[in-house]
């Protein structure tokens, strides 16, 4: 078992790392040229920069109980194909169950700025979201990695 991160803009990676040190995991951050990053107790892989390349490399790598760290709805549903167990940065866990709906959203949401429309966007992160991601990462991290998805 491993832990990917989709690195870019993703603000709970030094987090990511610490925990998976408590449990001698390895960690992967995967990211673009645009984004590119290095962080002592992780490799990075750096793609070229486009349209979703750092998310069809992260899912390419990703197999059956590994955890994804990500924002991206688009890429949580891969991973889920994959047998692997997304959670974003604010600790919610991505599943069978919730991932229709929230690419639903997401699609509702792009449907409705390219109509004009405006959608709000993140609010300031607080200290209860690295808190509850924390949790869920360290169950996961707890689980084990070949569980019935």
Do not use: W
Request: with cysteine; charged share 30%.
């Amino acid at each position: 078992m491993k832990i990917l991160v989709d690195a870019d803009g993703c603000p709970v990676v030094e987090e990511t790392i610490r925990m998976a040190k408590r449990f001698s995991l390895p960690v992967l951050l995967v990211c673009d040229t645009s984004h590119e990053m290095h962080r002592q107790g992780a490799e990075t892989l750096i793609v070229s920069k486009g349209a979703d390349s750092a998310d069809f490399a992260l899912v390419g790598r990703a197999k059956r109980g590994d955890i994804v760290v990500t924002q991206d709805y688009g890429l949580a549903a891969m991973a889920l194909v994959r047998g692997a167990r997304p959670v974003n940065q604010d600790g919610m866990r991505y599943t069978r169950e919730n991932i229709d709906a929230l690419l639903m959203d997401r699609h509702l949401s792009a449907k409705a700025r390219r109509a004009g429309g405006r959608t709000r966007g993140p609010s300031r992160r607080r200290p209860e979201q690295d808190e509850a991601f924390l949790r869920e990462l360290e169950a996961l991290c707890r689980e084990d990695g070949e569980a019935e998805i």
